[in-house]
């Protein structure tokens, strides 16, 4: 969540949060005990500490966290704030929600879903094409018990990987377009077909 830290303000949003998703039970957090308030900023860090949450499979904790606005109805919405880090419930999808709302009256919201629930694996391409699953990399350094710069040098693990059967020409690619009108937009996305 936006977690301004004001009285009236995060009330405001957990009331919100509770009402649409309280049913099973919602975790809620801020970036801003971590990293302060990133003023124009504050919105990319939320969503960079929720990408590394879906990568990881990891719900943050909340630095510092002791002592809860009386306002804000935590038993009423089945709202928790993490203080340790909670490895993702398996009976739960893998989607972050963040909110952010600018001085000015701008209000954003932006739902991120993990790789993993589209059927997509982390895969990193090597040097030389190939493709290595950040998992097998993570146990080969594990298993080898050296630096991580030997692991590198040696290449990823021998073990099956999801990226072993896909292609590099199957990997996701994201594409910015940026048009004037509508008709160079089109244009400029048949140049991709």
Not at 27 to 48: C, Q, R
Not at 106 to 132: K, R
Not at 133 to 156: H, M, Q, R
Request: aromatic share 6%; glycine share 10%; net charge negative.
């Amino acid at each position: 969540s936006h977690g301004t830290g004001t009285m009236k303000g995060d009330p405001i949003e957990t009331t919100a949060v509770g009402k649409a998703f309280g049913n099973r039970g919602t975790y809620i957090g801020s970036v801003k005990p971590n990293l302060g308030h990133g003023e124009g900023a504050a919105a990319l860090t939320s969503v960079i500490k929720c990408v590394l949450a879906l990568e990881n499979k990891v719900i943050p904790p909340n630095i510092n966290f002791e002592t809860p606005n009386p306002n804000i109805l935590f038993q009423k919405y089945n709202l928790q704030v993490p203080v340790d880090p909670i490895p993702w419930p398996a009976d739960r999808r893998e989607r972050i929600s963040v909110s952010a709302f600018g001085f000015g009256g701008a209000n954003g919201h932006v739902i991120l879903d993990s790789a993993a629930s589209f059927g997509i694996g982390y895969c990193a391409t090597s040097e030389d094409g190939g493709s290595s699953d950040a998992n097998s990399l993570n146990e080969t350094v594990a298993d080898s018990g050296d630096s991580l710069n030997a692991s590198l040098s040696t290449g990823p693990s021998s073990k099956t990987s999801d990226c072993d059967s896909v292609s590099p020409k199957e990997f996701p690619r994201l594409i910015l377009l940026s048009a004037r009108s509508e008709k160079s937009l089109k244009e400029r996305v048949s140049l991709f077909k």
